[in-house]
């Protein structure tokens, strides 16, 4: 008799990617109104555009620049080390090993 391994038991969990992360943020976050804050209302508190905002939420932009970071900080009122989990897997995913010998 052979016994089938449970598939369901070996998942892994994946973390939440930064979109996924500032999206649950966002809405988790209540504005003057009582209301989830909007990307409109992201976009006054920092001084990043629409476009990059959504991008960012919907996981199009995977590789954002250092004052990119600094502004969705100041946008979705996180400090830093909020985001330092996704700087970091940014900067390994940019190293590309060791350097061959100069």
Do not use: W
């Amino acid at each position: 008799m052979q016994i089938q391994a449970d598939t369901h038991c070996n998942a892994t969990i994946e973390p939440p990617s930064l979109g996924e992360f500032l999206k649950k943020t966002r809405l988790s976050q209540r504005g003057a109104s009582g209301r989830p804050l909007t990307i409109s209302d992201i976009k006054r508190r920092s001084d990043l555009s629409l476009p990059v905002l959504s991008k960012l939420e919907a996981g199009k932009i995977r590789d954002p620049k250092f004052s990119t970071i600094v502004q969705v900080c100041k946008g979705y009122g996180l400090p830093f080390e909020a985001l330092a989990f996704f700087v970091e897997d940014i900067a390994a995913a940019r190293q590309v090993g060791p350097q061959a010998g100069h």
